[in-house]
């Protein structure tokens, strides 16, 4: 009888350890599912949560309207000579709305631009580094004319320096 106590004592221990086993496989198999879901739902969530920023950016960046002034004939500041530019400016405004607005200031706007281009000396316009500065300069005394941010860039569609 004793035999049989002991042959029942190993028979269930031998159970007992795959059921322990099972349950923590179990239990493990639960976890990943649960980590994969979470991973997967943040993944497809967040997009979708952050989707109302992208439409503001959109309607932030709708599309400017170009207003074009008239070329600008002026002597350089230089030292060496007379020396003369012609330039072409078109302005990028933020809105269409802004369209009357720059024409009523027109001469504000050319009067800013003039004595810019005339405070310029041919050597410090010449590198491409120097139209750019000019295009920023452009940019910030627009703005200062017609209102913050209402310009969003500066393009000069025609250079000529003689």
């Given at each position: ?10 028979d ?11 349950k923590?496989m ?53 030292p ?49 580094e ?24 500066v ?8």
């Amino acid at each position: 009888m004793a035999d049989k106590d002991a042959e029942q004592d190993k028979d269930g221990a031998e159970e007992a350890a795959p059921k322990k086993s099972n349950k923590k496989m179990l239990l493990i198999i639960i976890i990943a599912v649960v980590a994969v879901a979470l991973a997967a739902g943040g993944f497809f969530l967040v997009p979708k949560l952050l989707g109302g920023k992208e439409k503001k950016q959109e309607i932030k960046s709708e599309e400017g309207a170009m207003f074009s002034l008239e070329p600008f004939v002026v002597n350089l500041n230089d030292p060496g000579g007379p020396k003369f530019l012609k330039v072409s400016i078109q302005l990028e405004l933020a809105g269409p709305t802004l369209m009357e607005k720059a024409k009523q200031k027109s001469p504000q706007l050319r009067d800013a631009i003039i004595t810019l281009l005339t405070s310029k000396s041919s050597e410090s316009l010449f590198p491409p580094e120097g139209k750019l500065q000019l295009k920023d300069e452009i940019n910030a005394r627009m703005n200062q004319v017609l209102g913050a941010n209402t310009v969003k860039n500066v393009y000069l569609t025609d250079f000529v320096m003689q």
